[in-house]
């Protein structure tokens, strides 16, 4: 199915989705559609950027009838307020021509009152946070027994924030008789759990990444001594104001985000955003930098994948991420809808064999730039350096699950289709990479083989 056309849709849908400008249906889209419509329980693996969303909610959409029964029908659950917007925003822009009721609800400042008043006056589709979402099923207001779609998006994330409980809590307030149509940036055992437990025989789509940048993209890398000298040519190169006017820092973990914040916080407009924040941080950090309100954002693999910027000048991978497919999904944040893009990736002697990873996954070298004038080389260490001066991070000492995922323009991006197939992810990367991985952080991981 390479056109809209092939989908049938409705007029109504169809008019939306050419008034949004989409031309064709992305690979995710043309993996789900017929599938998700045909009722079947449904496992995409597919990050933010491949157009995921859609492809849930067209299907959805196009098989919602017309109702006047107050209580919701679908129910979409995500794992942050901010995904709980762009979801109703892009449910509102799919359906102007069709008469579907929308609520989005999510704890923090959002009002419960509120989101009780819009209850009683009926709603179709509901998308919320696990929490805020059990809460009103606990009061009277919202019934889910009338769900015959569950949506669980950013499963992955979800496990992270440990929604794990309260997914549990809701399961068991639904009908039995549903469709489960589950999306995840990665295959975790958690998905795997999620899929033994509550899916019927799920049909499990994955978009898998493709090795090769975005020609607009232009790269290059700088080799760093250690995480005060990156400190400094972070500060450094943050000066030239044209060229990174708009700059996502990816940093390994929350600690070293917190770090480099608190290093950086004077020099300019910066924010962080890491899942160990509240969520009004998360939401102001990712506004102001939308808004350029700060031109600086320092964010974690796992957060930065549930926004959707545009405009991002520069990418700096601040460390060297463990896996791979991690930094072709980091430098696709840059070069969007066409624009150039620039990726800047430091390196520490310990994370060389990591960048030669990266260098053999796209089939190219990635440019060594000189050291800028003037960067002030750090003699200061981290714990962590300082406890493991010069082993090199390998492969094999990792216990790191990461993303995986291609965004949708991405020339070669396959599909493949793997029916009731109990191959977990952390098997596939075993065989890619022969050698053994499992989920964890890579610091963390660190510090506990050292301690055994
Ligand atoms: P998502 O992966 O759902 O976060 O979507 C990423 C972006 O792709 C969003 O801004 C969508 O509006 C856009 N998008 C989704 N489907 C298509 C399509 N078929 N053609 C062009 N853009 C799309």
């Known amino acids: 199915m390479n056109t809209f056309n092939e989908f049938n849709i409705k007029k109504q849908l169809r008019k939306a989705v050419d008034g949004l400008g989409f031309k064709k249906p992305t690979p995710i889209q043309q993996a789900s559609y017929a599938t998700i419509l045909a009722g079947s329980d449904f496992v995409g693996i597919a990050q933010t950027g491949t157009g995921k969303t859609i492809a849930y909610l067209l299907p959805v959409l196009q098989d919602l009838k017309f109702s006047e029964q107050p209580q919701p029908r679908v129910l979409i659950l995500v794992p942050t307020r901010e995904l709980v917007i762009q979801i109703v925003e892009q449910i509102e822009k799919l359906t102007p ?80 008789k549903r469709q489960n149509i589950l999306f995840s940036a990665t295959m975790t055992s958690y998905v795997d759990e999620l899929t033994d437990g509550f899916l019927i025989n799920p049909v499990k789509k994955t978009i898998s990444i493709s090795g090769k940048p975005l020609d607009n993209i232009s790269q290059e890398c700088y080799s760093v001594p250690n995480f005060y000298t990156k400190a400094n040519l972070v500060k450094l190169l943050l000066k030239d104001k044209t060229a990174f006017s708009k700059v996502l820092v990816f940093v390994g973990t929350k600690t070293h985000a917190d770090a480099l914040f608190e290093l950086l916080g004077s020099e300019s407009d910066v924010s962080v955003i890491h899942s160990g924040k509240e969520q009004n941080h998360r939401t102001r950090s990712i506004e102001k930098f939308a808004d350029g309100t700060s031109n600086v954002l320092i964010a974690t693999d796992v957060i930065a994948r549930g926004i959707d910027i545009e405009k991002i000048t520069a990418v700096i991978s601040f460390n060297t991420p463990f896996y791979p497919e991690n930094y072709i999904h980091r430098i696709g944040r840059t070069g969007r809808a066409k624009q150039k893009g620039r990726a800047v990736l430091f390196y520490t002697e310990k994370e060389r064999g990591l960048k030669e990873t990266i260098e053999g996954l796209m089939n190219y070298t990635i440019p060594l730039r000189k050291n800028p004038e003037g960067l002030e080389v750090s003699h200061q260490l981290t714990p962590e350096e300082k406890d493991n001066p010069v082993e090199e991070i390998k492969l094999s000492n990792k216990s790191s699950l990461s993303e995986s995922g291609a965004s949708f323009h991405e020339k070669s991006a396959k599909n493949s289709k793997v029916k009731s197939e109990k191959k977990s992810y952390k098997k596939t990367l075993k065989e890619k990479f022969k050698k053994p991985i499992r989920r964890g952080d890579k610091i963390q991981n660190m510090k506990k083989k050292r301690k055994k």
């Open 97 to 176: 021509y069709l008469s579907v009721r929308v609520l989005g609800v999510y704890g923090g400042s959002n009002n419960i009152v509120g989101q009780k008043q819009a209850l009683s006056e009926g709603v179709d589709v509901i998308v919320g946070t696990p929490r805020r979402l059990y809460d009103l099923a606990l009061s009277n207001l919202l019934r889910l027994k009338f769900i015959k779609k569950l949506v669980i998006d950013e499963v992955d994330i979800m496990l992270d924030f440990g929604y794990k409980t309260q997914l549990k809590n809701i399961f068991e307030l639904l009908p039995l």
